[in-house]
């Protein structure tokens, strides 16, 4: 049978209390739909607790919807999303449609920490999108972790090109804890921007040209000191 409770008319109200015992609507053990709330017009449906937690268990799907902006805030603690120990993957954006998804922010000591364990880590952009890594004055550091591994930075299909650019600081190669090579700004005529390090000095050495026809016709040689 159907149990009906108050009224729709007008501005006719129901109101269900209770004491310390607690409330329970559709709690009994049958299989059944619960709805609260209305989705007409500018209907509203409020829900709260005091100190003590809040919960929402499914047993199946948990499903949110809604046409306007959904807000997950906490004014005093964390914000825990897949925090529990269960192996199944977690979507945010994944949906087929032209977006933007914000992580993060810049404001004051905001940090954005990824991590991933032995599953590769993986940021892809397809046909003409950009991939921007910005940093303010502090250091951006691309596979300076102290373990064994191989950095790769460029592709070698079809014109793909690769530029690495530095401002009036040097450009520095470095293998083994040594610098092996620096690019440099120097104005002094007929240095080159280029030191190379001496094997046999243990040194960084610079590399300046020689002079006219000194390689032969057309030609100058490339010197470093003795």
Do not use: K
């Not at 948990?62 to 997950?72: C, Q």
């Not at 094997?199 to 040209?209: C, I, P």
């Amino acid at each position: 049978h159907i149990t009906y409770v108050g009224s729709f008319t007008d501005a006719s109200a129901v109101r269900c209390q209770a004491g310390t015992g607690g409330a329970e609507f559709g709690a009994n053990a049958t299989d059944h739909t619960t709805l609260v709330g209305s989705t007409t017009i500018a209907s509203a449906t409020g829900i709260r607790s005091g100190t003590s937690a809040m919960t929402f268990t499914a047993g199946g799907l948990w499903d949110v919807n809604a046409t306007g902006a959904i807000t997950l805030d906490s004014t005093a603690g964390t914000i825990g999303i897949g925090t529990g120990a269960d192996a199944f993957g977690m979507n945010f954006g994944t949906g087929a449609a032209a977006r933007t998804i914000t992580i993060g922010n810049i404001t004051g000591a905001t940090a954005v920490v990824v991590n991933a364990g032995t599953g590769a880590s993986s940021w892809t952009v397809t046909g003409v999108g950009t991939f921007s890594l910005v940093a303010g004055t502090g250091v951006v550091s691309l596979a300076g972790n102290a373990t064994d591994h191989q950095t790769i930075v460029g592709s070698l299909t079809g014109v793909s090109a690769l530029t690495m650019q530095a401002g009036t600081g040097d450009a520095t190669v470095v293998t083994a804890s040594v610098t092996r090579a620096v690019f440099d700004d120097t104005a002094t005529a007929d240095d080159m921007a280029l030191q190379l390090f001496d094997v046999t000095r243990t040194t960084l050495v610079r590399v300046v040209r020689g002079g006219i026809d000194s390689a032969g016709a057309g030609f100058r040689l490339l010197r470093v000191v003795n």
